[in-house]
């Protein structure tokens, strides 16, 4: 584990080859794509980043997408020597690349660690044909498995996402996909369900009557079953849709989840450091002007007030199922735990089963876990929230 | 001075879309009251609402200056009256102030019912009809037919040219035919009496506020002058006034030195209320002044009343003056202020009728940029109660049900009645006897009239004062009319129902009922509400309840899921978006127990939908 000051450096890597109709992230389609001009660009705003962070180490790396796995390896490498040389890299720093399970970048693989990647997150999406189809995804299942397997003979530690409570999708048959995924014996798994997202294929669909999406009530049935088939597998969920072996979570991602500083470089990175907010600028090409211009893709950095990021470590660290520690919290933001929830709320929750309170540990339960959202806008009192 | 024969006062009483405000347009345009620069689209109608609902809410004249063919010029006073039954008194007012009537009816669509109330009316107060079938240039135009109409059903004559007493045919739109209007108001409205040297008698047909001129009112002389410089008195308001202008609208404003007998136009005296100036009062003067009012004076009376409440408690202060400053403008609402457990603080207010409340709800909205909470629409119960302990046997007004006295103590309540006449193409008749039947209505005629029936039903108030009308509109496509006079009280078996959310009676919830129908209507009230109130994180039973008896129940699901499966790449944004999202939803509901409910649940609940 990094300790509580290292820093999470997150890169962005913003292309694709195609889009898929549930995704909103920040990425693109290019036919090509000029390496050696976004390896200098995404080399400068790194150092720009350094210039701000200095004298912290970097105690994980994390390349997103986008579909990082399609940048030549020698980027990464790059990146990962610069970021090594500038701040210096924690012992066993977990250097994570997101990778589409295609045969063509899985042939890419031994190239990625011999840059320094440690970790690989795989978008496996789903083991079945038609559900990938449906998904719009490249690869088909039987590529994405040998896929797993060449990862988990290179890397020591692999994750892979899947995408579940689709439309359609019945109880057996996610029992049965996800206990061939658990089968991998993988440490990690991401457990997402399909949420449709404004302004993408699906958001459409949905609006044309042609989509429609599974039943909330039906959805909440499936995490239920979800959450005790990766129990029982000893996969447990630590945060709402990611499961891992106790001691294999990701550092990276718990970075953000415990409101911990991170720095986000290349286009739409999003970094929160020293109490700045950060982000850069989205378009891919609008990003390589900028950084031509000033040396660094920067869009937006505003400085967050108490209260905000005060709701910001609640709303995230609520997702953990280690819950937050309140005291704690509060002294590092100055103030009082009381400050940081409606006492009275949490009790009613608590009643109800999907909060526990124990001492200054404040814990969404299992059964709280699906309802969040909900939970979040009862329990975050009225005044962290911005009007 | 104009002689009294050279004065033409009239009204136009048209359907809505049949070219009333068109057809005024071109009246004002051929006789010069405004260059065709000044000219702009409908005139008449100069408030947004009004303009919108296509509805006049205040009274308007316009004083026309005409130079007939028998080379006479004539002080023409057109006199838009409000346009609904809620203003029906207001309406009588600006009647009482004409001689005469243009019956405008379009020439393809023929006699609606709204326009027989209003000629009923006129006639009462003896007018001459003069009927003009306008919008001749559209194919589907039947002029003889339309003509033949008229006659039948309004009883007046329409065949034949109009130099003959037949009807004006026009083109409101193309100018064709309106000199022709202008000749036959000439010619066939009977000129005003009245004498000059007579004390002074001036009626009040309506007022408002100007911001630069304060209060300003509309008269007709009956007999005597109205002056500048004049001390005058109000007879029913007992106050007294020194007038600082007189003048007439053209329809700019002009001013004039005198106002005498037979004419129109306006006056100010330094008012600042409306509420000083009501509709209806008598002005003469202070020394030698009239010792008879006119007759016809009433105090307004509201007759539909709910609660106001700010969506934002903060926003109170802000209500009130804003309540107070449109009061300054009509003075025929109240308004008191209210508390209710749920709602916090706001203001019981009453109205003339429903599109008066909606008018009113509408500008706070509007013009004041105010958030609010309506509750039930409610009318005033008369209530017995039996001697008590501490008091004697007494009777009370209920305007709220949350008011409601302790049952053991009412031994009769008695609720306000209607006498509703609904105009409609026969195909629709069947439902609106069944949505009439269903509101307890008594249906006490029948009569048809070429492919129309006029239906006329005695309903309570309280069963009409909500989604009647935009029910029977529904039900016939917008075809059907409706016109209402209220014919009193009666007593009725009436208990007060109550809904509970989660356990908690819901104040403003609460509405008084007929116990026949108290079933069905709580039943259709938890299914709504089921609807409404979004689902929670627990279940919650909805409950109708007449005293300590549930009569209906339903029961909302408890939410299983509401969460973001996926927080990527730090973007943490979005999520604090969702939660400031939800924060502001939840400060737009109001809290029963644990339970938020929506504002706009409080009177959605009430609708009764498709039954
Ligand atoms: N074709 C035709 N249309 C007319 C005539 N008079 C009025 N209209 C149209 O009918 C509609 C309603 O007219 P308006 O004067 O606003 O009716 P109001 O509701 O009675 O005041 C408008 O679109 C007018 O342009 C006419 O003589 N011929
Ligand atoms: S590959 Fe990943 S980042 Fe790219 S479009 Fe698909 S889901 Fe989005
Ligand atoms: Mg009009």
Redesign the interface.
Known sequence: MPAADDLAL?I?WPFCLKKCPYCD?NSHVRDDVDADAWQAALLADMRHEHALTGGRRVGSIFF?GGTPSLMPPALAGALIEQAQRLWGLAPNAEITLEANPTSYEAGKFAAFRSAGVNRVSLGVQSLHDEALAFLGREHSATEAMAAVESAQGLFGRVTFDLIYARPGQNAGAWEAELARALAFGTEHLSL??L?IEPGTGFAGAVARGRLHPMD??E???L?VQTQEQTRAAGLPAYE??NHARPGAESHHNLT??RYRD?A?VGPG????RGGM?T?RHKKPEAFLRRVGEIGHGMAEERALGRE?QL??AL??GL?LAEGLDLAALAARFDTTADALVDAGRAA??AD?G?VEREGDRLTITPQG??????????L?P?HL??? | MTDLSKIRNFSIIAHIDHGKSTLADRLIQLTGGLTEREMSEQLLDNMDIERERGITIKAQTVRLNYTASDGETYQLNLMDTPGHVDFAYEVSRSLAACEGALLVVDAAQGVEAQTLANVYQSIEHDHEILPVINKIDLPAAEPERVAEEIEEIVGIQATGTWANGGAVLTSAKSGIGVEDVLEAIVARIPPPTGDRDAPLTASLVDSWYDPYLGVVILVRVIDGVLKKGLNVKFMQGGTQHLIDRVGAFTPKRVDLTEIGPGEIGFITAQIKEVEQARVGDTITTVKNGATKALPGYREPQPVVFCGLFPVDAADFDKLRESIARLRLNDASFTFETESSAALGFGFRCGFLGLLHLEIIQERLSREYDLDLITTAPSVVYRIHLGKSKTEDAKVIELHNPADYPDPNRIEMIEEPWIKAVIYTPDEYLGSILKLCQDRRGIQTDLTYVGGRAQVTYELPLNEVVFDFYDRLKSISRGYASFDYEQIGLREGDLVKMNILVNNEPVDALSLIVHRGVAEERGRGMCERLKDLIPRH??KIPIQAAIGGKVIARETIAA???????????????R??K???K???G?ARMREYG?VSIPQEAFIAALRMGEE
């Not at chain 1, 990175?269 to 929160?272: D, F, I, L, N, V």
């Not at chain 1, 876990?369 to 009862?378: G, N, Q, R, T, V």
């Not at chain 2, 939410?559 to 944004?573: E, N, P, Q």
């Open positions: 997150y962005h992230f997103g997402y369900q949420t909330p009530d959805a909440a049935d995490f709402i849709s953000y989840w991170y986000g990175a999003h970094g929160r907010a982000i905000e709701s910001e709303l995230m997702r009613f929750y109800l999907f876990m699906p309802l969040l959202d909900a939970l979040l806008a009862e975050v009225a929230v911005a009007a | 994180l627990f939410l299983r899921k509401d969460v973001t499966a996926k927080c990527y790449g730090g973007d943490i944004s999520k604090k969702l939660l400031e939800q924060k502001k939840k644990n």
